[in-house]
Structure formats: structure tokens, C-alpha cells
């Protein structure tokens, strides 16, 4: 069975093309994203919530 890492991150969300690209790293980096959570803030940042296997951890 894997093991999960979890990570949450502040992801701008105010300019289409910076978020696709954000998330587009992060997806390069093993991390899935899982969901957004909140609302966008006054500054166009939300939370997003990331996960991806732990490298040879395996129960």
C-alpha cells in the first residue's frame, strides 16, 4: 500500500496563466492536487491541498 505526503500551498488564482503554470510544477515535482479550499482572498491567492506517493515507501 503507498504512503501519502501531503503538502498545502497558496496558489494565485487571479491570472489563468501563472495558476496553469504553478500547478503545472507542482504536478513535474510527483504532487497531485486534491482540491481548493476557500474562498480566492484580496491578494487572488487560494489554498490548494497536494498530495503524491513518498519515494519507496511502500507498506
Do not use: H
Amino acid at each position: 500500500m503507498a504512503c501519502w505526503e501531503y503538502d498545502i500551498k497558496s496558489v494565485r488564482m487571479d491570472k489563468v496563466d501563472k495558476t496553469k503554470e504553478d500547478l503545472n510544477q507542482m504536478g513535474l515535482d510527483g504532487w497531485e492536487l486534491v482540491k481548493f479550499v476557500g474562498q480566492v482572498d484580496d491578494d487572488g491567492m487560494s489554498n490548494a491541498f497536494f498530495k503524491r506517493v513518498l519515494d519507496g515507501a511502500n507498506i
